[in-house]
């Protein structure tokens, strides 16, 4: 075969890729929708569920979902930050940056059912929280923090070093520097890393079955940090798995949509700001 | 501001302000470690009372698992976890590579600008989502078609892996593709190589520690995957001897006897010992994936 034969074979087999990877993702989100939607109603999305009967709704656990997310973004983002802040701006290049980058790495590799055996040692048994709202957020941290580090990491990285110099050249000390150049420039990037991070957490289900629980809370809403907390994801798993109401295919329909359009919105809400704001600051300082 | 800003009070309170929040960043970057040792201390220390009551060989050796006999032999899930992260690589890898190919150096622009919030939307997807659709079409599917009991098994979750891991091979390997520099590409087709020789020649060899890095990552997500494959692969200890036979994972194994196990007793341990295999696993992963990002290419 001649050379240029070789190499229409070729693209037109990337190509094929290409598409495949887009049909695939096409599909899935098609079918969830489409399976999905018809299943949701206020009754179904605000309701309370029932755990042998038909037409149980997914209130607490949407309501849970949410709070779980909030709380763990409310504890890992500050922490986050800082270390991101830290390894952008002031770490040396010497053993212990490499040790601190090692573990960040490394806590982004753990497989989430460790992370979630873990939680359930240390908070759930030892802190003695039992299955609740506190135990799963905590433990969620840990899924988020690794994530969250490298995208501020990276987003303080990129803004120009003249801008700093700038700042310490007028006397500003190192942290107003940060506070009022840095940050600023580097938060339409710190955004974006939440919403992906924020997407991740509120499927994230193998962690939360043994630290949040497969039950919910009789009221609703519950804001108590101690009360069980399954979430969405969860629900879907449990009434897969485990669960005796007949009509539960229909349920895990409608979850899988709620989560779709959900995170869908998520993207959509927060990167188009993100670029607004990208836009925003890069006109001004031209 | 004044000559004297040395002894300006003010200024002194704002130096010293710098110096505390540096020590708080600094706090916060040591938790990182902090986190991860006492991970490792915590679900080693719990692991191994597992050889207390059960032998090493018995645990990496044997495949008769009933803990109710106090049979702990949990070679059948591990041998599930390998077989299941090989097989999807094999299928998801080429398919990604050839994805991220298409979208560094082939895909029209507009196109390309729909491929990146595609990979993002991959990841996003809940893995209880990919779970479900896989229970309720791919395993029929598997069932109608290939003439077996269950359909759950291999297959239907290296499958799903598969799918799942795309993301992470396409975003890796794409970047790497990109940052090899023009220069060399430009060379090679100067010389009159096509497209494909150039890709296959130049770029690929080029980028190969980026995509080796996208593989083994996608690697330690699948191994680590736990609710998409513990709804597919049919939850049963036994040796998958093929494609089609319900089998077992490491991480689906836990998640499906965890809420049934006493803490502290032997079977709950040997939980721990699984998760504790698990976590060497993808640290594993992550010391490879160090060495070969130290190794520059010329």
Redesign the interface.
């Known amino acids: 075969m001649s ?2 034969i ?2 229409k ?3 037109a ?3 094929s ?2 598409i ?3 049909a ?2 096409a599909a ?2 098609l ?2 929708l489409v399976k999905g939607i018809p299943v949701l109603s206020w009754n179904f999305i605000f309701g309370m569920p029932s755990d042998i009967q038909a037409g149980g709704g997914v209130g607490p656990q949407l309501f849970n979902s949410f709070y779980i997310l909030f709380l763990s973004m409310l504890f890992s983002f ?6 991101g ?3 952008a ?3 040396g290049d010497n053993r212990w940056t490499d ?2 980058r ?6 982004a ?7 979630a ?2 939680g ?3 908070f759930v ?1 030892l802190m003695g929280v039992g299955f609740s709202i506190i135990g799963g957020s905590l433990t969620l941290m ?1 899924l988020n ?2 994530v969250l ?1 490298r995208v501020t990491e990276e987003s303080v990285r990129s803004v120009p070093g003249y801008y700093r110099e700038a700042s310490l050249a007028l ?1 500003a ?4 520097t940060i506070w009022r150049v840095v940050l600023p420039n580097a938060l339409p990037g710190i955004i974006t890393g939440l919403t ?1 991070t924020a ?2 957490a ?5 962690i939360l ?2 630290t949040a629980g497969t039950t919910v809370s009789r009221n609703f809403p519950d804001p108590d940090l101690f009360a069980a907390g399954e979430t969405l ?2 629900h ?2 449990y009434v ?2 485990i669960g005796l109401v007949p009509d539960r ?1 229909d349920i ?1 329909n409608g979850i ?1 949509a709620l ?2 359009i959900t ?2 919105m ?2 959509l809400l927060f990167l188009i700001p993100g670029k607004l704001l990208q836009r925003r600051s890069t006109s001004t300082q031209r | 501001m004044s000559i004297h800003a040395a002894d300006n009070p003010k200024h002194q309170r704002k130096l010293l302000y710098d110096r505390y929040i540096r020590y708080l960043f600094i706090a916060c970057a040591f938790l990182m470690t902090l986190i991860i040792l006492s991970i490792i201390l915590f679900i080693s220390r719990q692991g191994l009372l597992t050889f207390t009551e059960v032998s090493l060989s018995e645990f990496f050796l044997t495949e008769k698992w009933d803990p109710t006999e106090q049979n702990f032999g949990a070679l059948s899930f591990i041998m599930g976890s390998v077989y299941v992260t090989l097989l999807a690589v094999s299928l998801g890898g080429p398919l990604g590579l050839a994805g991220a190919i298409f979208m560094a150096k082939i895909a029209p622009k507009g196109l390309r600008a729909w491929m990146r919030p595609a990979t993002d939307l991959y990841v996003a997807i809940p893995s209880v989502v990919y779970g479900f659709v896989g229970l309720t079409i791919l395993v029929p599917f598997i069932r109608t078609y290939f003439h077996v009991n269950t359909g759950f098994g291999l297959l239907a979750a290296a499958v799903i892996l598969a799918v799942m891991i795309l993301p992470t091979i396409i975003s890796i390997s794409e970047d790497a593709i990109r940052a090899v520099p023009a220069t060399l590409e430009e060379a090679s087709l100067a010389l009159g190589a096509t497209r494909w020789q150039t890709i296959w020649r130049v770029l690929l060899p080029a980028a190969l520690p980026g995509i080796l890095t996208s593989f083994i990552l996608a690697m330690a997500r699948a191994v680590g995957e736990t609710m998409a494959v513990q709804m597919v692969i049919g939850n049963t200890p036994q040796l998958a001897k093929s494609l089609f036979m319900p089998t077992s994972t490491l991480p689906s194994e836990i998640v499906v006897e965890m809420g049934n196990t006493p803490f502290g007793s032997a079977w709950g341990n040997s939980l721990f010992l699984m998760a504790l295999v698990l976590l060497i696993l993808s640290l594993c992963m992550i010391l490879i994936i160090r060495q070969i990002g130290k190794r520059r290419f010329a």
């Open positions: 050379a240029k070789i190499n074979l070729a693209n087999v990337f190509w890729a290409g495949l990877i887009l695939i993702l899935f989100l079918y969830i500050p922490i986050a930050v800082g270390a802040i830290y390894l701006e002031y770490a040790m601190i090692l573990s960040t790495e490394s806590l590799t753990v497989p989430s059912i460790v992370l055996l873990f359930m040692i240390i048994d840990l923090l690794p580090v006397g000390t190192k942290w107003q992906l997407g991740r509120l499927g994230e289900s193998a079955i043994f994801a969860v879907l798993w897969m798995a295919i895990a899988s989560l779709i995170i869908l998520f993207n």
